[in-house]
Each structure stands twice: as structure tokens, then as C-alpha cells.
């Protein structure tokens, strides 16, 4: 593995931890998470899965975002690309 792959999977890390970190802190907060919250989260989720995932702790991340968002109730739509991810 060389330098570029370990910074893009550090990065793919520290936007994991942004996401999680952000959905916790606004599902804490009467009245939930603001618009720029679930835009922020949403672009997030969209960067982290533009590139395959490709380490073991990414991969684990990816599914237990997948089966947290199958226990929420996520429409079909929502899940795609999450079960695209891990194909």
C-alpha cells in the first residue's frame, strides 16, 4: 500500500467519524438535526461511498451503518447505495 491509499483511507476515516459523530450530537438535541445538519450528512454519506471501501474497519463501519439504517426503517431508495457499497 503506499502513501496516497493510506491518506485516502485516513480521509474515508475522519468522514466516518464526522458523520457519526454529527448524527449522534443532533439525535441528542430536542427537535433532532437541522437542515444543514441532514444536507452535511448526506454529503458525507455521498463522499464516503463515492470510492470503494476498501479495509477491513471501513467495511465494518459500512455495514453497521447498513443494518442501524434497515432497523430504522430507511426506504429502499435510502438503502441502495449503502448494499452497492458492500456488494
Known amino acids: 500500500m503506499n502513501q496516497i491509499d493510506l491518506l485516502s483511507e485516513s480521509n474515508v476515516a475522519m468522514l466516518c467519524v464526522e458523520l457519526d459523530t454529527l448524527e449522534i450530537e443532533s439525535g441528542e ?4 438535526a ?3 445538519e441532514v444536507a452535511r ?3 458525507l454519506e455521498a463522499a464516503i461511498l463515492a470510492k470503494p471501501i476498501e479495509c477491513v474497519d471501513g467495511t465494518k463501519w ?9 432497523a430504522n426503517d430507511w ?4 438503502l441502495a ?5 458492500l456488494g
Do not use: F, H, K, Y
Open 75 to 78: 426506504s429502499d431508495e435510502a
Open 81 to 85: 447505495p449503502l448494499v452497492r457499497a
Open 29 to 32: 438535541r430536542v427537535g433532532g
Open 62 to 70: 459500512l455495514a453497521r451503518r447498513l443494518a442501524r439504517a434497515a
Open 34 to 36: 437541522t437542515t444543514a
Open 41 to 43: 450528512m448526506q454529503a
